[in-house]
């Protein structure tokens, strides 16, 4: 009887493959080819239009994680990414040369009043608002492949222009401790005439410390009660939140 279980487990360790190299690719998102560093919709920090839906451009870059990121298409040839942990068609990751680089979603329209997965970079539109500018570049391809995410919707996609320059970009939370992109002018805001650059991160508001002085796109926009004459200013990030520090170059 002995000898006869050590002739079955002989005969099933025949059949059981030899466990080799390990395929690091059998479970993982292989990392990207190609990348968009020299793309000059990326050097520009165009907004682009994938699946129908409008992404901004942002500073947060992030290492590639092949765990958690699928790809969801190309945009220009260039593959396109989403975190499968982060709310389907919030962000989208661009390959660069430093890791991968965050496009968002302006929470407006349906979105509005809505934060997604995590703190938006841009800020949280109480209402809906004006649609954005047309952004230069083409339509991405969707290939939605090991996502369990839905596919949007098709909408009209403007008609791809070399010169049309999207509006700027709402003021941001937060700035990560990363380097921005080389030959860009990083996140910044349009006010009062002039570009303002955004100078560190947000802080509580006090009314003995801010004065109001104007809005950005309906955001309350203060001084510093102690510096009134510098060439600084401060933005909501969210209705009645913090404030993030602005500075005129």
Same mark, same amino acid.
């Given at each position: 009887m002995r000898? @006869? #279980?050590?002739?079955?487990?002989?005969? &099933? &360790? $025949?059949?059981?493959p030899k466990s080799g190299k390990a395929q690091?690719?059998?479970v993982a998102t292989p990392p990207p080819q190609v990348?968009? $560093?020299?793309? =000059? #919709?990326?050097?520009?920090?165009?907004a682009i239009v994938f699946q129908g839906i409008v992404y901004y451009p942002t500073g947060?870059?992030?290492?590639? *994680?092949?765990?958690?990121?699928? =790809?969801?298409?190309?945009? *220009?040839?260039v593959p396109v990414y989403a975190d499968k942990t982060l709310e389907p068609y919030s962000v989208i990751f661009v390959p660069v040369a430093r890791g991968?680089?965050?496009?968002?979603?302006?929470?407006?329209?349906?979105?509005?009043? $809505?934060? @997604?997965? =995590? $703190?938006?970079?841009?800020p949280v539109q109480p209402t809906p608002t004006i649609p954005p500018e047309t952004p230069v570049g083409t339509t991405g391809i969707a290939v939605n492949e090991g996502l369990n995410v839905p596919v949007a919707?098709?909408?009209?996609?403007?008609t791809p222009t070399a010169t049309v320059t999207p509006s700027p970009a709402p003021?941001?939370?937060?700035?990560?401790? &990363?380097?921005?992109?080389?030959?860009? /002018? @990083?996140?910044w805001i349009r006010y009062d005439g002039a570009k303002w650059y955004s100078d560190g991160a947000a802080v509580p508001f006090s009314a003995d410390r801010f004065a109001r002085i104007g809005t950005y796109r309906g955001f309350p926009?203060?001084? /510093?009660?102690a510096r009134p004459n510098t060439r600084e200013i401060w933005v909501a990030v969210v209705l009645d939140g913090p404030l993030a520090p602005y500075a005129r170059r």
């Open positions: 000898t @006869g #279980w050590v002739v079955v487990v002989l005969f &099933v &360790v $025949t059949l059981v690091v690719y059998d990348t968009a $560093t020299a793309a =000059q #919709w990326q050097v520009n920090n165009d947060f870059m992030r290492p590639f *994680d092949g765990n958690v990121m699928g =790809q969801l298409g190309y945009f *220009d040839n991968m680089r965050m496009y968002e979603r302006e929470r407006v329209g349906a979105l509005a009043g $809505t934060t @997604g997965s =995590q $703190t938006p970079t841009f919707a098709e909408r009209p996609i403007p003021a941001p939370t937060h700035i990560e401790t &990363v380097p921005l992109p080389r030959a860009t /002018d @990083g996140v926009v203060f001084r /510093d009660r």
